[in-house]
């Protein structure tokens, strides 16, 4: 659900998060999260109790790496995403990554009343782009994800599959050195599904890395490794 109060925050992930230290990792990981745990507070005061999510998930991403994260519903998976782009503070662990993050959240974080273009001038200026840089990467972005024909619609006249392509395009915009994906083709038709999958191809060639989240993996071929979310830690699959 989007609104109108809803504040763009991704772009900030670019720079050190509280949660984060964003610092030098080992040669080749460009993100690694070691010893990350997490509980939520559930039911209320006095019989409230905190119950884990997240158990020390230990988890390197390297330079020009597509890896899967996979996992039950209530397994952790966007709570470690969140934790990973600095959105949400462990509890305890630590996060060391290498380079600029484009986050794509699993729902979208619009202003309803601007336009497609609107939107990208908006991050272009929150990730500090030049007007020309900016300009440049939309007009990339739109045929890649083929919705350059709804630039001037305002967000609350999106479908919703065009509202994951903006989703997804924002995220795209600094062309960030890793890509921290959670579902992002929900809603995608079949042609889109394809053009995805050819982008972020293009992205492994350029030695840029994704970590994209999916309940379930049909294309594994696609993936240079998939990650299970299991117990509340990751298990290679």
Request: proline share 4%; aromatic share 8%.
């Amino acid at each position: 659900m989007t609104s109108d109060a809803a504040r763009p925050s991704r772009p900030p992930v670019t720079s050190a998060a509280v949660s984060t230290a964003a610092a030098e990792v080992s040669t080749g990981v460009v993100l690694a999260a070691t010893g990350v745990a997490k509980a939520y507070g559930r039911g209320m005061w006095p019989a409230r109790r905190r119950t884990p999510v997240l158990r020390g998930v230990d988890l390197e991403l390297a330079a020009g790496e597509v890896v899967g994260l996979v996992g039950e519903n209530g397994s952790g998976k966007s709570t470690l995403m969140k934790i990973l782009v600095g959105d949400l503070a462990a509890d305890t662990g630590t996060v060391t990554r290498s380079g600029g993050i484009g986050y794509c959240p699993q729902e979208p974080v619009v202003y309803e009343r601007l336009t497609c273009d609107e939107h990208f001038e908006l991050f272009g200026r929150a990730y500090g782009l030049d007007e020309r840089t900016e300009r440049a990467s939309r007009a990339r972005i739109y045929p890649q994800l083929g919705f350059e024909r709804y630039a001037t619609v305002r967000a609350d006249h999106l479908s919703g599959g065009t509202l994951s392509k903006l989703n997804l395009g924002l995220a795209l915009l600094a062309d960030p050195e890793v890509l921290l994906l959670d579902e992002p083709y929900a809603g995608f038709d079949f042609d889109t599904y394809l053009k995805f999958w050819d982008l972020v191809a293009q992205r492994r060639r350029a030695g840029r890395s994704v970590l994209i989240i999916s309940h379930f993996v049909t294309d594994e071929e696609r993936f240079d490794r998939i990650v299970e979310l299991r117990d509340g830690r990751a298990v290679a699959r």
